[in-house]
């Protein structure tokens, strides 16, 4: 049974154990806070154990970017990642802006697979860092 609620501090521990799986980045305490505080940062539990973290933060007014998605990789392919990617666009729509934005590092073929299967396009791609990410975007003024 999947359970998706805001996080609290509470939750760091929890979702930096699941950050530390990967190489990808991973939120200071500080910035987990602060995301808290936001309440910009969601969790996915499944039987109680959280399965996934994922924040976002709005750019420009009208944009939502999506940061720090994580799913256990004892939960992968259990369609976790799917149902809060579906959860991010309903809380996208509910603040009215006009599209998602994501970057993915350019061989993570998992991430590139589950935007695309939820409608996002790849739009462009940046390499201020020594990794090449793609960004990736979806169109939401049809929903308005
Ligand atoms: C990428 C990630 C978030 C996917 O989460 P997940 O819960 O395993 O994905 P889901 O089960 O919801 O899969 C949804 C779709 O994504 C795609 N997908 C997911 N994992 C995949 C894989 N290993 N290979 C190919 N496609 C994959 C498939 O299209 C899948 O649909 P399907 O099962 O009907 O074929 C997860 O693998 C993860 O946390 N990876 C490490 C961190 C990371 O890369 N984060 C993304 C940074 S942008």
């Not at 505080?37 to 109680?48: A, R």
């Not at 940061?67 to 149902?83: H, M, Y």
């Not at 695309?116 to 201020?128: A, C, P, R, T, V």
């Not at 960004?135 to 939401?140: H, N, P, R, S, T």
Request: proline share 1%.
């Amino acid at each position: 049974m999947n359970n998706i609620r805001l996080g609290n501090l509470d939750d760091f521990e929890t979702c930096k154990e699941i950050a530390d799986n990967f190489d990808e980045s991973t939120p200071t305490i500080k910035i987990f806070q602060k995301l808290c505080q936001n309440e910009s940062l969601y969790i996915l539990e499944k039987s109680g154990i959280i399965a996934w973290f994922i924040s976002y933060q709005i750019l420009w007014n009208n944009s939502m970017f999506l940061q720090f998605l994580r799913v256990s990789p004892k939960f992968q392919r259990q369609w976790v990642g799917k149902a809060l990617m579906q959860h991010m666009e309903q809380v996208a729509v509910s603040q009215k802006v006009d599209e998602l934005i994501s970057t993915i590092l350019v061989d993570n073929i998992a991430s590139e697979w589950l935007h695309i299967q939820q409608g996002f396009i790849k739009s462009g791609s940046m390499n201020f860092t020594e990794a090449q990410e793609i960004v990736m975007i979806k169109e939401l003024w049809n929903t308005k």
